[in-house]
Nanobody, 114 residues
Framework: QVQLMESGGGWVQPGGSLRLTCAAS????????VAWYRQAPGKQREFVAR???????DYADSVKGRFTISSDDTKNTMYLQMNSLKPEDTAVYYC????????WGQGTQVTVSS
């Protein structure tokens, strides 16, 4: 059974940084397409960042230059380093892994406010 577990969310002031972690079990993330999405209150879930199975990365325009997605195959874990955070980055962040179907984690809350 594939399970994804996010952690690392919390409250941070504008301009601050957080690193989100997504630990996978039941499958290896190596060679898989994995991604981060987010959902703000009252809004639809939106794409944030992705690592394709070949290693290429892709980012939403709103986070380019501020967020970095990475993965560690030895730990079966992926990360989202978020720098220069803005209030509009406030959302629940979800990791996802594509294995024919898309598996989702339960989400972790990120709040950016002063």
């Amino acid at each position: 059974q594939v399970q994804l577990m996010e952690s690392g969310g919390g409250w941070v002031q504008p301009g601050g940084s957080l690193r989100l972690t997504c630990a996978a079990s039941g499958t290896s993330v190596s060679g898989k397409t994995v991604a981060w999405y987010r959902q703000a209150p009252g809004k639809q879930r939106e794409f944030v960042a992705r690592i394709y199975s070949g290693g290429t990365t892709d980012y939403a325009d709103s986070v380019k230059g501020r967020f970095t997605i990475s993965s560690d195959d030895t730990k079966n874990t992926m990360y989202l380093q978020m720098n220069s955070l803005k209030p509009e980055d406030t959302a629940v962040y979800y990791c996802a892994c594509v294995l024919g179907v898309v598996y989702w984690g339960q989400g972790t809350q990120v709040t950016v406010s002063s």
